[in-house]
């Protein structure tokens, strides 16, 4: 985790750890009012790149991994983003790609089903960007986002798409 969850756990198959790690994540999104340019930009950049260098941290060990191999980004996205941090999650695709590992890139609002309000066509447009950066990031890699729809189903896409056995009910 990049965020306040301030955990981690190391590159694993077992979903147990997986499941506990979860219920100790602790969200801390910036609010739409709170992303309006000029006075957010640094706060965003900040967090767009310590993201992106978590993950490539993380990336850097796949090659030591066999068999299929998946990255979960959770994150809600980016909106407009300066080229830097753009070129930063290009980057991030294509060392993923390269290592063999599918980023499956996870809005943690699709899972909550919270909705957000519709502000007007400003942040119907920032929400768009957001989603579509969670699918260029994801897509570039040969996998997908999840920003809507049955989350459940979701997740077994994921497994599918990574020849996972389905999870135990």
Known sequence: SSGPSTLAVDMTGDRQLLADAIKKTT???LRYEDIQPPS????VKYRASIAAATAAEILSLAPR????????????????????????LSALSATATKSSVRIF???PRAATKELEPVLDAGWLAHLAARQA??????????????????????????NAAVGAPPPQQ
């Open 27 to 29: 969200g801390n999104a």
């Open 40 to 43: 957010s930009a640094d706060e």
């Open 65 to 88: 991994i066999p068999g299929p191999k998946a990255m979960l980004y959770i994150s809600n996205g980016y909106g407009v983003l300066p080229p830097d941090i753009l070129e930063k």
């Open 105 to 107: 890139a996870i809005d």
């Open 133 to 158: 950066s969670l699918r260029s990031l994801a897509d570039a890699t040969g996998g997908f986002a999840i920003v809507d729809g049955s989350f459940a189903a979701q997740l077994r896409r994921i």
